[in-house]
């Protein structure tokens, strides 16, 4: 049986609105190196809408980002991504 490795970015007052704080570029860093020894995601539908509404674009350089968010963007964008929905039908 694989690895399966869980992430969440949480505060230690127990916030994960990524809204309220943004990670820096050790974070992102640490998240880049983490994503590279893995083989796929498993997202929800809501955690995937949120990030293909954004991340593609800073992959793409469609967006100005710092180079440690850019680098997890591309890592981001190369994994496969599996998507639990019982509503969502269409995936690019």
Not at 34 to 59: D, F, I
Not at 73 to 87: F, G, H, I, N, Q
């Amino acid at each position: 049986m694989g690895l399966l490795t869980f992430s969440i970015n949480i505060t230690l007052d127990g916030c994960v609105d990524h809204r309220e704080g943004i990670a820096d570029d050790e974070t992102h860093a640490f998240f880049t190196r983490l994503m590279e020894e893995g083989g796929a995601m498993l997202w929800g539908r809501v955690t995937y809408e949120m990030m293909e509404s954004y991340w593609p674009a800073v992959a793409r350089c469609d967006v100005e980002a710092p180079p440690a968010i850019r680098d997890w963007a591309v890592k981001l964008e190369t994994k496969p991504k599996y998507v639990v929905s019982s509503t969502r039908k269409d995936f690019p």
